[in-house]
């Protein structure tokens, strides 16, 4: 009898210490909410935080992002001076972040108090890097993004972004980006998100950047910032009910 027990536990120990498979071992680090730990990025990430915490209430835009949205307050500062000093915004760029990053600041309270009518979202550019994830992880992690806002803010409409083109020209990281823009258009419902796509309006007819738009072919310059407005502006305007 003792035997017949000895053969009956081998093969459920058996199972219980098999090693995992490769798809058990991989996760999409895209969608796993991760705070970011170098020094100027967490004072970036504090002071954001912070922003939230001492400003709540309504508002009429915010916007979430990396730091091309951060940039609005460095060399797109006029011309958010010009399109949005008459309205109530709040920019929550935060220069080096991912998709975790932005879905570690929710669970840390960023949207808590916050209402706004409309949030401006692009995000996923860092997470294009080299091998760090693929392209449906990245449009899992933007889609966890837009999940989060519609869950901690049910009133506020999204205006989601393409992702911005980088590079001086076509490249394999620039195609990752265009494919995953294509998938991210889907997610447009017309009642609650909205989707725009202004990446034609950032590149020459060669499909290279110019240098008068994006001096480094990934962050805008006043130039671009005013381009990025300009676009943006007849949909949110239409969003407000202005």
């Not at 310059?221 to 407005?229: D, K, L, M, P, V």
Request: charge should be neutral.
């Amino acid at each position: 009898m003792a035997a017949f027990m000895l053969a009956l536990q081998i093969p459920l120990h058996a199972q219980t210490n098999a090693p995992a498979t490769p798809a058990e071992l991989h996760r999409n680090t895209a969608i796993i909410p991760e705070p970011r730990t170098e020094k100027g990025a967490t004072n970036r990430q504090a002071f954001v935080l912070q922003r939230a915490k001492q400003a709540p209430g309504d508002y009429d835009i915010e916007f979430i992002g990396d730091s091309i949205t951060q940039g609005w307050e460095g060399g797109g500062k006029k011309v958010w001076q010009e399109f949005y000093s008459k309205r109530k915004v709040i920019n929550f760029g935060v220069g080096g972040d991912r998709t975790q990053h932005v879905l570690w600041r929710f669970e840390q309270g960023q949207l808590d108090g916050i209402k706004a009518k409309v949030a401006v979202m692009m995000i996923g550019t860092n997470n294009s890097n080299n091998q760090d994830n693929t392209e449906a992880e990245i449009l899992e992690g933007v889609t966890a993004i837009v999940q989060q806002i519609r869950t901690r803010q049910p009133d506020t409409k999204i205006l989601l972004l393409a992702i911005f083109p980088r590079g001086k020209t076509f490249s394999a990281q620039r195609g990752k980006i265009l494919q995953v823009n294509e998938a991210l258009a889907r997610l447009e419902d017309g009642k609650n998100i909205f989707y725009l796509d202004i990446c034609p309006l950032l590149i020459e007819n060669d499909g290279s950047i110019s240098k008068s738009i994006m001096p480094d072919a990934l962050h805008p310059n006043a130039t671009g910032y005013r381009i990025w407005a300009n676009a943006m502006e007849p949909k949110l305007k239409q969003l407000l009910g202005e």
